[in-house]
């Protein structure tokens, strides 16, 4: 288990008053998870997600608001396994939000069927 004095740059910036004003201005702006939103579902955001990751707490990407993007924990979870799996590497920051923050299917009880897609359409 690591120590509180180990905690690596990205648990400092998460636990940053910076990062917890921020956080909260962005859900105040946009209090909707933006992937159901596209497909017309008002689910209320729970958590702000970097599109494109950042290596520090100095990198422009942690607090800049065109990178951060209300979900709620559900497709928060779904993108974090999906990143994890290799997914939305080496791409622009347009293709990637483009990719990552619209579903593009749900079944009938409002449940996504298909992950993002994989590659550009």
Same mark, same amino acid.
Request: charged share 25%; net charge positive; aromatic share 8%.
């Given at each position: 288990? $690591?120590? &509180?004095?180990?905690?690596? %740059?990205?648990? $400092?910036?998460?636990?940053?008053?910076?990062?917890?004003?921020?956080?909260? %201005?962005? *859900?105040?702006?946009? +209090? *909707?998870? #933006?992937?159901?939103?596209? !497909?017309? @579902?008002? #689910? +209320?955001?729970?958590? #702000?997600?970097?599109? !494109?990751?950042?290596?520090?707490?100095?990198?422009?990407?942690? &607090?800049?608001?065109?990178? *951060?993007?209300?979900?709620?924990?559900?497709?928060? /979870?779904? %993108?974090? $396994?999906?990143?994890? /799996?290799?997914?939305?590497?080496?791409?622009?920051?347009?293709? &990637?939000?483009? @990719?990552?923050?619209?579903?593009?299917? %749900? /079944?009938?009880?409002?449940? #996504?069927?298909?992950?993002? +897609?994989?590659?550009? !359409?």
């Amino acid at each position: 288990m $690591q120590s &509180t004095t180990k905690r690596t %740059i990205k648990q $400092q910036f998460y636990d940053s008053t910076r990062w917890r004003k921020l956080r909260l %201005i962005i *859900l105040r702006a946009s +209090p *909707l998870c #933006v992937r159901c939103h596209s !497909i017309g @579902l008002l #689910v +209320p955001a729970a958590v #702000v997600d970097h599109c !494109i990751g950042f290596s520090d707490k100095h990198d422009t990407l942690a &607090t800049d608001e065109d990178n *951060l993007f209300p979900l709620c924990a559900s497709c928060h /979870n779904q %993108i974090t $396994q999906y990143e994890k /799996n290799g997914r939305y590497k080496d791409l622009s920051l347009e293709d &990637t939000k483009r @990719l990552k923050y619209t579903i593009r299917e %749900i /079944n009938s009880d409002g449940y #996504v069927t298909t992950p993002p +897609p994989i590659a550009l !359409i």
